[in-house]
Each structure stands twice: as C-alpha cells, then as structure tokens.
T-cell receptor, first 117, second 115 residues
Framework: EAGVTQSPRYAVLQEGQAVSFWCDPI?????LYWYQQPRDQGPQLLVY????????NSQLPSDRFSAVRPKGTNSTLKIQSAKQGDTATYLC???????????????FGPGTRLLVL | GDSVTQTEGPVTVSESESLIINCTYS????????LFWYVRYPGEGLQLLLK?????QKGSSRGFEATYNKETTSFHLQKASVQESDSAVYYC????????????FGKGTSLTVIP
C-alpha cells in the first residue's frame, strides 16, 4: 500500500513569493491534515479535512494561507506571500474514521522543507 | 488547554543502557484522548511507534513500551536496552477519540545512542 506522498520535497523562496504544496493521502483515508513544523518544534496543526469539507482551520493564517481538498482526495496548501517566519517543514497526514485499532491513527508524508529568505 | 510536554533533548545514552523519555499531557477538551508516540529516524518521515487508546493499558513496539496513566496524565516511553539504531527524534502526541478534535504534539526529544 502506498503511503502519503508530498511534493515538492524542498522549496526556497524570497519573501513575498507564493508557493503551493501538494499532498496525496493513503487511498481510502477520509481525513487529511496539514501541519507546520518549525525547526526544533513539534508539528502544529494548520487545518484538517473530512472528505472535501474543512473541519478546523482556526490555526491557518487566513490572510496568506489557503488549503483545499476539492474531491476529498488530494489536497493543496498554498502560501500567497511568504514571510521568513513561514520557514518550516510542512507535513501532510491522513487517517480514516471508522473501524479497528487503526482508527484515527495519522500516517505522515515525508514533508516539504520550506526556506524563506 | 490541550498540550503535551516531553523531556527536552538532546538525550545521549550508551548502547545497552535503559531509556526513559517523559511525557505528560493536558487534555481539557478531550475527555478520553488517544495517546501516541511517533518517531523520526534520520532521513525518514514521521512514523507511528505505538498507540494506546485506553487508560491503564500499555503499548509496545520495537522493544519500547509506554503506559497510559490517567491519574498522573503521563505516557512515558521506556526501553530496557537501547541500540544504536534507536537514534531518532521521538514525539509524544495527544489525539482525539471521536475524530472531530485536534491532534497535539510535544516538541520532540532527540535521542543519540552511542555504540
């Protein structure tokens, strides 16, 4: 079974530039999460989806960040005008709600390391 | 609020020594949270090490153990004899039991095992 895939793996930007991150979750997983992980910190949830619906985006800086999951499968996280403080690794994870011990266990992709100069 | 606090790293131990990484949690909005340990080996992505969903139960994997203690709100990770291949960053995490709540990670503990 394929795991969670993300692209690109690395991105380097100047302040003010835009960038998009793409995530393909594990097939059959209905829930998808985006996390921001600054250096030497734990992952911090930005937004998560159940199918195509946003369940919680309260931690997403809405003026510059956006996330979509239009068909309830792949997802895109976009930063419109990057700032140096956005430098971090962006992680995507997926899980499924129903059934068994694996319920709600999150499986993570390799992440995208973003550096904003 | 909901949060996780774990041993600050880096932690260095010699091969075959015992290890404990402390984790305590606060779960004010989640009545019966699920508790997790995740691990990131060098050059790899974050992966689940073990999970416990019931207070009082113990989870184990790859020689590591952790017991869900609701009285002390703790979920310490232990291993009796570490190996060099255990060198990694370990994250304690608090998750929902209904699927409609957030997931909280500790800051991570970097472990280096010296051969």
């Amino acid at each position: 079974e394929a795991g969670v895939t993300q692209s690109p793996r690395y991105a380097v930007l100047q302040e003010g530039q835009a960038v998009s991150f793409w995530c393909d979750p594990i097939s059959g997983h209905d829930t998808l999460y985006w996390y921001q992980q600054p250096r030497d910190q734990g992952p911090q949830l930005l937004v998560y989806f159940r199918d195509e619906a946003v369940i919680d985006n309260s931690q997403l800086p809405s003026d510059r960040f956006s996330a979509v999951r239009p068909k309830g499968t792949n997802s895109t996280l976009k930063i419109q005008s990057a700032k140096q403080g956005d430098t971090a690794t962006y992680l995507c994870a997926s899980s499924f709600r129903l059934g068994g011990l694996d319920q709600d266990t999150q499986y993570f992709g390799p992440g995208t390391r973003l550096l904003v100069l | 609020g909901d949060s996780v606090t774990q041993t600050e790293g880096p932690v260095t131990v010699s091969e075959s020594e015992s290890l404990i990484i402390n984790c305590t949690y606060s779960a004010t909005s989640i009545a019966y949270p699920n508790l997790f340990w995740y691990v990131r080996y060098p050059g790899e992505g974050l992966q689940l090490l073990l999970k416990v969903i019931t207070a009082g139960q113990k989870g184990s994997s790859r020689g590591f153990e952790a017991t869900y203690n609701k009285e002390t709100t703790s979920f310490h990770l232990q291993k009796a004899s570490v190996q060099e291949s255990d060198s990694a960053v370990y994250y304690c995490a608090l998750g929902p039991n209904t699927g409609y709540q957030n997931f909280y990670f500790g800051k991570g503990t970097s472990l280096t095992v010296i051969p």
